[in-house]
């Protein structure tokens, strides 16, 4: 009886993968041109003898992020795709000092085109920035919250600004760079008289909820304005849109703004 003896192909572990391939091709490209030389000039990436590129650190980077569960298992994620045989040390090392070259890349990536469409610039407006922020909580065992705070571009399609805070920083206008013919599109958690103030002494526009009870209206000659009592007396039907001229008082100074009201059809109030 003979035994039949097979080898098995020794198969190097840094052989250049299919996802691989797909980096190279599909994400290298779009990534800034000075991205070696700001991984340098930013200390992340020092020396090439144990990661190859600035791109292969920006992949692990990733691979932590969205794929793995432990600097152990980078390290050995990063040896079978080939990216770097560097333990989990030198990469939680390489991780440390990544954050100054990640949020400069941020920044890179989420700049807004400078492009204006025609009928923006006719009204004097050069952004549409929908602004709101989310809460993130943390695996582990001290719960802790991050707040993310985001302002979207409406016309580019894309983030345009983005904050990483702690749950001590609440949501807030100020956190946002706002220029001159920008239109702010944000929820009630903005609509404070402290924060439509600033949107306008920057010169932009703002569109926001807000209630009744924490933002005081006034009318020209100073007097204030129950706005409940006001809604009822238009005695408007579901789908009629109303509004009044109004003013908020900001340090002694009214600033003059309009309060805008839908009243909603039996329909819209079941879907609400």
């Not at 809460?135 to 399609?157: K, M």
């Not at 920057?202 to 569109?207: E, G, I, M, S």
């Amino acid at each position: 009886m003979s035994s039949a003896h097979h080898d098995t192909p020794n198969m190097s572990v840094t052989q250049e993968q299919p996802g691989t391939q797909s980096w190279e091709r599909e994400v290298v490209p779009r990534l800034p041109n000075q991205l070696h030389e700001q991984a340098q000039q930013l200390h992340a990436f020092e020396r090439s003898r144990q990661i190859g590129s600035a791109s292969d650190l920006l992949r692990g980077v990733l691979a932590y992020v969205y794929t793995v569960h432990s600097f152990a298992h980078l390290s050995l994620w990063s040896v079978l795709v080939g990216v770097a045989d560097i333990s989990a040390n030198a990469w939680r090392k390489r991780l440390r000092q990544a954050g100054p070259w990640l949020t400069w890349l941020l920044q890179e990536l989420l700049a807004s085109s400078t492009a204006v469409a025609p009928w923006l610039a006719r009204s004097g407006l050069r952004r549409v920035l929908l602004i709101d922020g989310t809460h993130v909580p943390c695996p582990g065992p001290h719960g802790l919250i991050w707040r993310v705070h985001t302002a979207f571009d409406l016309l580019t399609g894309r983030l345009s600004q983005l904050r990483v805070t702690d749950s001590h920083v609440a949501e807030r206008l100020e956190l946002f760079e706002l220029q001159q013919g920008d239109l702010v599109i944000t929820d009630r958690a903005n609509g404070y008289r402290e924060r439509i103030a600033f949107v306008r002494e920057r010169l932009a526009h703002l569109v926001v909820r807000f209630s009744a009870a924490t933002l005081p209206l006034h009318d020209a000659q100073g007097q204030r304005i129950d706005v409940l009592k006001w809604l009822k007396g238009r005695h408007a039907p579901g789908g009629r849109i109303c509004s009044l001229p109004v003013c908020i008082q900001q340090q002694g100074q009214p600033l003059a703004l309009r309060m805008i009201a839908l009243r909603l059809t039996e329909a819209q109030r079941q879907r609400a």
